[in-house]
């Protein structure tokens, strides 16, 4: 059972940065794809940024260009660099980890990390 802790995040000022990061126990990292997820009060969960197991990255359009995903197979973590805040940023953020294989299976979302909390003021 793929299992996933969230570190990182807090509050900052607009324009500042953090560091967002995922480590994953439970099972080969590396046939997964792992994503970030965030859910803003009286908002759907929506995909933040998603890193496949070969390496290929999508990225929200809105932070294009401001947020960096990257993983480290070797470590099992998988990392979210965010860089020029804004407001709109604030929400809890999630990490993901998808395995392609399952991918057909009714219901399956993957697995979910408990979240952490981003706070960007104005």
């Known amino acids: 059972q793929v299992q996933l802790v969230e570190s990182g995040g807090g509050s900052v000022q607009s324009g500042g940065s953090l560091w967002l990061s995922c480590a994953v126990s439970g099972s080969i990292f590396s046939l997964y794809d792992m994503a970030w997820y965030r859910q803003a009060p009286g908002k759907e969960r929506e995909m933040v940024a998603k890193?496949?197991?070969?390496?290929?990255?999508n990225y929200k359009d809105s932070v294009k260009g401001r947020f960096t995903i990257s993983r480290d197979n070797a470590k099992n973590t998988v990392d979210l660099q965010m860089k020029s805040l804004k407001p709109e940023d604030t929400a809890v953020y999630y990490c993901?980890?998808?395995?392609?294989?399952?991918?057909?299976?009714?219901?399956?979302?993957?697995?979910w990390g408990q979240g952490t909390q981003v706070t960007v003021s104005s």
């Open positions: 993901n980890a998808w395995h392609p294989s399952y991918s057909g299976t009714p219901g399956y979302t993957g697995a």
């Open positions: 890193i496949t197991g070969g390496g290929s990255i």
